[in-house]
T-cell receptor, first 111, second 109 residues
Framework: DSGVTQTPKHLITATGQRVTLRCSPR?????VYWYQQSLDQGLQFLIQ???????AKGNILERFSAQQFPDLHSELNLSSLELGDSALYFC??????????FGNGTRLTVT | TQLLEQSPQFLSIQEGENLTVYCNSS?????LQWYRQEPGEGPVLLVT?????EVKKLKRLTFQFGDARKDSSLHITAAQPGDTGLYLC?????????FGAGTTVTVRA
């Protein structure tokens, strides 16, 4: 058990819809990272937050947004969903840079 | 295009055999990490290598970081079915990890 909790585990929704994925980091970890994993793209970095502030941005679409709240949990919002957004979305947390602890992911299926 | 190229993409071997997975890049990294991911779970960190030329051993797993800090290899000796999984390398610079696409290893009993 990594200590990182992601909900929901599975999500099935239709194209054009909006969903919110939630992540609770390990106790004491200030950094939260979001990754997208698909069969053809591998594990792609989306965005990182550190203590409530955005720290780094990767290949995150404009239709996607995230935030980290004062209690350090984070949410990833995906809107105007397309079929190609179907993937596993992972949250990871760390107390120091580079050592990540991953949750078990949210599997998003867009139909 | 992946910043880190892993090879092979798939590897299927018999229990007891040895295997090597490669991770190559044209970029220099401050450190490199190896993760293993099992179905339905997130990646789990196996090791971090920091110094060029560094070799780290974790039981039957040997990790090497290239002298120029651009490439790495993972060697498993006498593989067991429990070694089955997706092996991912990740290059670290500043606050960002860049992952390779992974090598799916299957060890048959």
């Amino acid at each position: 058990d990594s200590g990182v909790t992601q909900t929901p585990k599975h999500l099935i929704t239709a194209t054009g819809q909006r969903v919110t994925l939630r992540c609770s980091p390990r106790s004491g970890d200030l950094s939260v990272y979001w990754y997208q994993q698909s069969l053809d793209q591998g594990l792609q970095f989306l965005i990182q937050y550190y203590n409530g502030e955005e720290r780094a941005k990767g290949n995150i679409l404009e239709r996607f947004s995230a935030q980290q709240f004062p209690d350090l949990h984070s949410e990833l919002n995906l809107s105007s969903l397309e079929l190609g957004d179907s993937a596993l979305y992972f949250c990871a947390s760390s107390v120091d840079k580079g050592r990540l602890h991953f949750g078990n992911g949210t599997r998003l299926t867009v139909t | 295009t992946q910043l880190l190229e892993q090879s092979p993409q798939f590897l299927s071997i018999q229990e007891g055999e040895n295997l090597t997975v490669y991770c190559n890049s044209s970029s220099v990294f401050s450190s490199l990490q190896w993760y293993r991911q099992e179905p339905g779970e997130g990646p789990v960190l196996l090791v971090t290598v920091v110094t060029g030329g560094e070799v780290k051993k974790l039981k039957r797993l040997t990790f090497q970081f290239g002298d120029a800090r651009k490439d790495s290899s993972l060697h498993i000796t006498a593989a067991q079915p429990g070694d089955t999984g997706l092996y991912l390398c990740a290059g670290v610079n500043d606050y960002k990890l860049s992952f390779g696409a992974g090598t799916t290893v299957t060890v048959r009993a």
